[in-house]
């Protein structure tokens, strides 16, 4: 494979290119959502596609992927036009994308689901089950995984289940391997696996695509960095020619000042103490997943909660919403009095609200409109005596979706119809609707782009100085260390580490994190 | 590329409209309307009587319905509402033919039983989480199984056995005939008056109370709406519950029909209601769909069977047409977008 990196995205006529794709254009129902936009990749280059949501990253990825068809430009495989009519065509040509939402057969073993759909067969049609499974095992090998592959995938953590999935698109031979947000599952060490990994597809002369909102990351493996804004390419440039306020202005269109605001941090009376709290596993009751945490919260302030995968973090805020029911147990008090975690709706009454670090999963209700998925969970305020009153219900929203800058076609339009940032507006919405004095944030920056990233910062401060207190959880380390007045570090459950402001790096956490 | 609020244009309104389940299940009564005005065997479907019959023929259907669409929103199922209506009806004519109870009593009593069930089906699904298809699929056998065991496998009727096996025949309650009557001079029937009070209650239910936006928020994501503080369980038994209340109005309805309460009545009724209200566009994974829908699905089957009756069809091509049709509709509804 030939070395040939060309500064200019122009020169796709050349033979090294992998893909070109040129003068791409795809509208919805009227509404052109890509225009004009130019894109190509080498052979054993990372090309990073950044940009807002909405911007039309993914709406260009589902175009290469063969999911649209009817679209404008033209798209040239190895110098041959290539017009995919559907997702297995474009598969077959070699191009493979691997989605933020894993597409594995749960219950299939890790063999099956590499070899799903072609399965080698002997004489008479019976499986080839031995062959499949050498096979399986030797992809695995090569990107240094090794597990039983015998296994059903769902027993395998997230990260894992993203390796298998790498696997697969290599058993295609695929020369062309889209990565759309991989590392928002994954943890810090997760993540280098990950990135030695695309070291190794590289090797192999394959061109990478990954989509990333994440500035480390995108520096830490770009070769080359396209960035797009509604709909069109604003540039192209090798990643140590843009520096890093350069390609944020690309992305936003706009200065922004500074990553992060500045924090007052002025810190009222204790309102949350936790004492002795112990979590147990549903599965099994006689293990605990949570085992004797004891922390305070005080108004105004922001405590971060660090931890890798499977440190309990994400665990104890659900045991604290009550979302465990009675499985979590402790001495807790809220504001003064005695709180005893029991239901969802018992914490909302006392005012703590809890934004999940899943949205699809557990945020948003998808076939209801944006303003009932602002009232859902103060839909008692909204309905005295039981019967509904819609017009109080607009009038909220709406001044909700104001303040947080909602960008909707209407606001009777489908949730599922909004993008991931504005989505993350329309859960905060509704959690500020029931008037909270604690906020459990779970990753509330989790696929949400820069400019919005901003603002949920601004809101975090806004909040706090109103005097909310907000348990944070976050898996990109700067934002946990400008954000947290406080971090506890956790490790298998427990506590392990208290940090102030300051005193804390990402050194220092990590090595808490991982039980040091 | 999004924009600000408001810029919802008429024109939009319109074409959301034609892409809407709604225009699409009118369109399929559309269609099936013309059959009938093309078939209208000499004229007998431009008679207005046809219409009524029409309607009092699918009444029973339609009650059952409208429970099933409140369950279904949930992304529920109910599989024993045929039961149910089994069960009740026997109770009923238990209670007012053998027992000689005022319709007062009898019809609130027959209302309890109805919903105990529909209660017990909720409380299996949400307590114990039970699928709803397994645990309204026990509730289907158990029901059945009462509906023999009260009325000792008889047909409970006006005619009652004596001890020497002759036949005494007692008189049939005023209830019965004013259920069977005839209002508006003669234009419309009760029973069908009775299906649209509870196309009514239903869309109160749905549209209008805080509980009936739960339904769809739990059809929709049953974890978020948790999280939110729905009383997911008790939404649930409050949906079984609702469709078991219509079940015995159905039963009741059922038994005025025949003037007997037949323990093998309602025998897979439960497919009926179910196609019904996926011809109407009511979505079986939940969150979506509506009790206008329903109501369209109830007439869409009913001109059907008349259509197909008026113009003499056998009753073997009558039901593989139905299955033809049934699955041109639910084609016709998912093609979407």
Known sequence: MAENISKKSESSSKAANLLSMEGIGKSFSGVQVLADVCFDLNAAEVHILAGEN???????IKILAGVYDDYQGEIRLGGKPVRFKSPQEAHRHGISVIYQEISLVGTLSVAENIFLGRETTRA??????????????????????????????????????QMIEIAKALSFDSRVIVMDEPTSTLSEPEVEKLFSIIGVLKRRGCGIIYISHKMEEIYGIADRITVLRDGCRVGCAQSSELAREELIRWMVGREI???????????????????????????????????????????????????????????????????????????????????????????????????????????????????????????????????????????????????????????????????????????LARWLETGPRLLLLDEPTRGVDVAVKHEIYELMNRWTEQGCAILLITSEMPELLAMADRILVMCRGRLTEVFDRGEATQEKILKAAMGD | MTDSFGTDTATGRVSAFLRSPGARALASLAVIVLLGLIFNADGAFFKWGTHRDMLRQV?????????????????????????????????????????????????????????????????????????????????????RGMAKFVSGG?????????????????????????????????????????????????????AKLRWGRYLYAIGGNEEASRLSGVPVAAVKVFAYGMCGLFCALAGICQAAQELQGDPEAGMAYELSAIAIVVIGGTSLRGGRGGIWLTLLGTVIIGYLEKVLSINAVGEESRLMLTGVIIILAVLFQKRRG
């Open chain 1, 54 to 60: 909405g911007a039309g990253k993914s709406t260009l």
């Open chain 1, 124 to 161: 008479a049609g019976w499986l080839d089950t031995a062959g499949q499974r050498q096979q399986a095992r030797r992809l695995l090998a090569e990107l240094g995984l090794e597990i039983d592959i015998s296994q059903p995938v769902e027993q395998f953590p997230v990260s894992v289940q």
């Open chain 1, 257 to 427: 000042s500074q990553q992060f605001p500045a924090r007052s941090g002025r810190v009222g009376t204790v309102l949350l103490e936790v004492e002795n709290f112990f979590l147990q596993d549903e599965e099994d009751p006689s293990r605990f997943v949570i085992g004797d945490v004891s922390f305070k919260v005080r108004e105004g302030e922001i405590v971060g909660l660090a931890g890798l995968q499977g440190s309990g973090n994400s665990e104890l805020l659900h045991g604290l919403f009550g979302a465990c029911g009675s499985l979590a147990s402790g001495e807790i008090s809220l504001e003064g009095e005695p709180f005893r975690v029991r239901s969802p709706g018992e914490s909302i009454r006392r005012g703590v609200a809890f934004l999940t670090n899943d949205r699809k999963a557990n945020g948003y209700v998808p076939e209801m409109s944006v303003t009932h998925n602002i009232t859902l969970a103060a839909l008692k305020k909204f309905s005295p005596g039981g019967w509904l009153n819609p017009a109080a219900e607009t009038i909220s929203s709406r001044a909700r979706a104001d303040s947080l800058r909602l960008k909707a076609a209407s606001l009777d339009q489908e949730m599922a119809t909004l993008s991931g940032g504005n989505q993350q507006k329309v859960i």
């Open chain 2, 59 to 143: 009444s029973v259907y339609g009650i059952l319905a409208c429970g099933m669409t409140l369950v279904i929103i949930t992304s529920g199922i109910d599989l024993s509402v045929g039961s149910l209506l089994g069960f009740t009806a026997v109770i009923f004519s238990l209670l007012s033919i053998r027992w000689g109870w005022s319709p007062w009593l009898a019809i609130p009593a027959t209302f309890v039983v109805g919903t105990a069930c529909g209660v017990a089906s909720g409380a299996l699904i949400a307590r114990f989480t039970i699928q709803p298809f397994i645990a309204t699929l026990a509730m289907m056998v158990f029901a």
């Open chain 2, 154 to 206: 008889q047909k409970i009727s006006t005619a009652v056995q004596q001890a020497d096996g002759s036949y005494q025949y007692v008189e049939v309650p005023p209830v019965f005939d004013f259920i069977n009557s005839t209002i508006l001079g003669g234009n419309l029937t009760v029973v069908t008056l009775l299906f649209f009070l509870c196309v009514i209650v239903s869309f109160i239910i749905l």
